[in-house]
């Protein structure tokens, strides 16, 4: 499995402002998403982090409101812009396609940035 | 509209006995369930997964079931045991991206 790390691991943030968050994997891997959670709701796919290309967004999520980075195959960026408290979350990135494994269906978790909008 | 439902927030069960999760989909296009445990202030991790040309897949302690005519899936977990406890997200690979549909998860307590 792919080892999965995430910076911050939460913030408190003043609204108007952004933050930006860091995801890193420690093989190459084909896919990278960032998914949200809401209090109380599921996951919800925010888009797909493309390498080399701009991120596909899910009905939504808009770029100028989270640009996503993805400058190789181990590393991207999600930045949350012009925060509102509606934006307070946990944002959490997944990984699919590691080396080695024959399935393209599990996807790993990192652990998630805790974030929150005064 | 939500197309993966786990209508049970939360479950509590004895240490022992068997828990069952239970999650459904609306989707007859979805051909692949996963099956994630979230402990707080850690990211999902991956328990078990099946196949819609199954309806059984085991691992030790889990055992994902999979009836497509209902579009209904569960997770047995036995014996279950005070570590299991935790958020369980049902999740259908089947998203525009090859990304993951959740449900809203199931917290299971095991009581010792």
């Given amino acids: ?23 890193q994997v420690d093989s190459q891997v084909t896919m990278m998403f960032w998914y949200r ?16 290309s701009e991120a596909t967004y899910e009905s939504g999520f808009v770029i100028d409101k989270f640009p996503i980075s993805r400058p190789n195959l181990t590393f991207s960026t999600l930045t949350v812009s012009n925060m509102s408290p509606e934006d307070s979350s946990i944002y959490l990135c997944s990984a699919a396609g590691t ?20 | 509209d939500q197309q993966v439902k786990q209508n049970s927030p939360s479950l509590s ?10 999650c459904d989909y609306t989707n ?12 707080p202030a850690e990211g999902p991790t991956f328990l078990i997964s099946i196949s819609s040309i199954k309806d059984k897949n085991e ?18 977990i036995v014996p279950s045991q005070p570590g299991d406890s935790a958020v369980y997200f049902c999740a259908a690979l089947g998203g525009s991206q090859g990304n993951l549909i959740f449900g809203k998860g199931t ?3 095991v009581k010792p």
């Fill in chain 1, 37 to 52: 959670q809401q209090p109380g709701q599921s996951l919800t796919l925010i888009a797909t982090a493309n390498q080399g």
């Fill in chain 2, 13 to 22: 069960v004895q240490e022992g006995r068997i828990s069952i999760l239970n």
């Fill in chain 1, 1 to 23: 499995s792919a080892v999965i790390s995430q910076k911050p691991s939460r913030d408190i943030c003043q609204r108007g402002t952004s933050l930006t968050i860091q995801c």
């Fill in chain 2, 107 to 109: 917290k299971l307590s």
């Fill in chain 2, 59 to 76: 691992d030790g302690r889990f055992t994902v079931f999979l009836n497509k005519s209902a579009k209904h899936l569960s997770l047995h």
């Fill in chain 2, 28 to 39: 007859s296009m979805f051909d692949y369930f996963l099956w994630y445990k979230k402990y």
């Fill in chain 1, 99 to 118: 080396s080695g494994r024959s399935s393209y269906n599990e996807q790993f978790f990192g652990p998630g940035t805790r974030l929150t909008v005064l």
